[in-house]
């Protein structure tokens, strides 16, 4: 018997004994779960669900927590000044063994639902897990906090200005609303913008929601020449 099952927004034929990576879910190695999400049951005589195939489920053994392989993500923006970034990213996945397929009793079985850590809060994965490492935390938790720490970080990477604060409605473009923008990213005189590098400039247009201000404007050169003096 083979059943066609669905979890992490993908469909898996399986049967008994078949090992397979699908999207991380919320348990540990060694615990047993079960896939509810049964979508059909073959054999002598084939199930189709509606869309699911009521009582009906597949367990697994979960032999660990593992990885992806890397995949690089290359960015080039065709610009005056063109930025490059390259981002890798490792999909979290889980390495399962069937174990057994159930045509029917799978509400009674007392088998835990496999649920998948992308469908639940970081809270309910520890509760489930009685684990919160970065294992089996969602990826929304680690996101949830990221725009405010990597607005933090723009000013830091910019090189800070020995003076004090400089009217940076001086330069082409920028207005009151653009400049207090700017000051709450940490970004106050014209030495700090006259120091960015490329690296810099695409950082900070991006973490501000610039789209291309900067380059477009020739802010750095103009702060140069302000510097100059």
């Known amino acids: 018997m083979f059943a066609v099952i669905k979890t992490g927004g993908k469909q898996y034929k399986v049967q008994s004994g078949d090992m397979l990576r699908v999207e991380r879910i919320a348990a540990n190695a060694g615990e047993t779960v079960q896939f509810n999400e049964v979508l059909m049951l073959g054999g002598d005589s084939p199930v189709l669900g509606a869309p699911m195939v009521k009582d009906a489920g597949v367990q697994a053994e ?8 890397k995949v690089i993500n290359f ?26 397929i159930l045509a029917s009793g799978a509400e009674k079985s007392g088998v835990a639902a496999a649920i998948g850590t992308g469908s639940v809060s ?11 490492d970065d294992a089996v935390k969602p990826a929304k938790s680690k996101k949830a906090a990221a725009p405010k720490a990597k607005a933090e970080k723009a000013a830091p990477k910019a090189k800070k200005a020995d003076a004090g604060s400089d009217d940076l ?21 014209f030495a700090q913008i006259a120091a960015w590098t490329e ?8 973490k501000l929601s610039f789209k291309g201000r900067i380059q477009r404007e020739g802010w750095v050169d103009q702060a140069k020449e302000k510097t100059k003096g």
């Open 62 to 69: 979960v032999v660990d927590q593992i990885k992806g392989e």
């Open 75 to 100: 960015v080039k923006r065709r610009r005056k000044h063109s930025s490059k970034r390259t981002k890798g990213h490792r999909q979290k996945l889980t390495l399962i063994k069937i174990t057994d």
């Open 122 to 132: 970081a809270a309910a994965v520890a509760a489930i897990t009685g684990k919160s």
């Open 169 to 189: 409605k001086e330069l082409s473009g920028v207005g009151p609303a653009l400049e207090k923008k700017l000051h709450e990213a940490g970004i106050t005189s």
């Open 199 to 206: 690296a810099d400039i695409a950082e900070v247009d991006e």
